[in-house]
């Protein structure tokens, strides 16, 4: 099995990581190159059939639910849930593809990182919510999904049992409270235990003013918007991005970052920029994009 490097490409909402990661994806692979796409937390957009499709698509639902009824606990229990399918997912795609690179639209450590800090703030000591709230997201999800919420609590029960911890829907906000006030350290070190992964290779990050991805959200809102995409929060988002890759940087001296200026550039561009800062970063691994 090949000894798989990890992309990240990430950064605040709207500044096009999905649309990037694709782009690059279909580039390197017309190029030869041995390469896997994962989107992240939405795996089961991925294009791949993986076990955990339905469990990634029922979580999904359960973090959109959460922002149509304005509930900041449910929405960060949401967004965690999803996040610890990301170690198993990345496993079962490098088990049945062996990719040699794997190319993520965020990844659960590193933006776990950065929107943790977020949502600590916007819930400000009140993480909880009413059991009304818990009622319509799970006749939501099941609506939707035969059996789809009763996943997500199997999902719960099996990651109790891994861990030795003693959690369920109900009190998930209290545990969550809990992990996200320790040190970087400890939250490090419990952040790679739930969501089985390490810290990255190589993190891309996509940077824009917030006034150009405001816009884009603004336009795409009839899709929903997610709660935390107001522009206040956005430039939070953006200070915390750098703060988080000086943080790692420091701590993890074969980390990797490089940011990308998106403003006034196309997608081809940015694509095309980010292959020459990988190529001249390691030219012995993408020699094969000069064949």
Known sequence: MNAMKTIVITGIDGSGKSVVAKRLHDKLSGCGMNIS?????EYHASGIDTPLNKLSLALDLFSSRSDEIQSYALKSVAMF??????????????????PEQII???????????YGQIYRELLNGGWNFTKNDLTNVREFINAAIESGYEQ????????????????TLESYCGYLEKLFYQNNECLIESLIKHFQTTVPDTVI????????????IERRSSDGKEMHETQQTLE?????????VSYLENRYHDFSVHQIQGSKRSIDDIVSLIIDRLSASDPAGWAILKQ
């Open 37 to 41: 796409l994962v989107e992240c937390p």
């Open 104 to 114: 993520l639209s965020r990844h659960a450590l590193f933006d776990t990182l950065v």
């Open 236 to 244: 939070k988002l953006r200070e915390l991005y750098t703060q988080t």
């Open 205 to 216: 990050i996509l940077d824009y003013d917030v006034e150009t991805v405001y816009r884009r």
């Open 81 to 98: 849930l999803q996040m610890t399918l990301f170690g198993p997912i990345v496993e079962y795609i490098q088990a049945k593809e062996n």
């Open 152 to 167: 997500i609590e199997n999902l719960i029960r099996t990651e109790n049992e891994r861990l030795g911890i003693a959690v």
